[in-house]
């Protein structure tokens, strides 16, 4: 249904696109308000511009999508088990997610904002995490040694998510 086809400036509110595949689909400047993503497959699909809202991402691979011109971001989201890996996600913003258990492994995050976002189980191997702000982050745990971290923002207690790999107890 959605195959192959381009997609402009539109709004889709309340759909339900489970198991849904958006085979070389191209979708530019568009708005997924409420809308379950739940094993949807978005091989060789282009977004652009592309804002999800208040939407459930369960099981995507975002690695399968055309990575020229990659652009979205993430608003109120529930993202569990996506794979983000190997992706040029710059500048991207999270605002208030749940990302569980996500793969970013060898992703450029350089710049990305996770704002308000508990990130439970995602897994950062090889990430580029340059000028990233986990500022209002929770629940990450990221080993600094396996991850590029220049001028990336933490605060107080999340932080403690860079010792995770030294099995330490913490007294705050």
């Given at each position: 249904m959605y195959n192959s086809k381009v997609f402009e400036s539109i709004s889709f509110k309340n759909k339900d696109f489970t198991k849904?595949?958006?085979?070389?689909?191209?979708?530019?400047?568009?708005?997924?308000?409420?809308?379950?993503?739940?094993?949807?497959?978005f091989l060789g699909s282009s977004l652009q511009g592309v804002v999800f809202k208040d939407c459930k991402i369960l099981g995507i691979d975002?690695?399968?999508?055309?990575?020229?011109?990659?652009?979205f971001s993430f608003?109120?989201?529930?993202?569990?088990?996506?794979?983000?890996?190997g992706l040029n996600l710059k500048n991207v913003k999270f605002d208030t997610c749940e990302i569980f258990d996500c793969d970013f492994v060898q992703t450029d995050l350089s710049k990305v904002i996770f704002k308000n976002s508990d990130l439970r189980g995602s897994y950062?191997?090889?990430a580029n995490?340059?000028?990233?702000?986990?500022?209002?982050?929770?629940?990450y745990s990221i080993d600094p040694n396996q991850n590029k971290l220049k001028a990336t923002k933490f605060s107080i207690p999340a932080v403690v998510g860079l010792l995770d790999k030294y099995?330490?107890?913490?007294?705050i």
């Open positions: 849904e595949s958006f085979l070389e689909t191209t979708f530019i400047n568009c708005l997924f308000i409420n809308c379950n993503f739940s094993n949807s497959d975002f690695s399968r999508c055309k990575q020229l011109l990659l652009d608003i109120n989201s529930k993202i569990s088990m996506a794979i983000f890996s950062f191997k090889n995490l340059s000028f990233t702000s986990f500022n209002s982050a929770f629940n099995d330490l107890e913490i007294e």
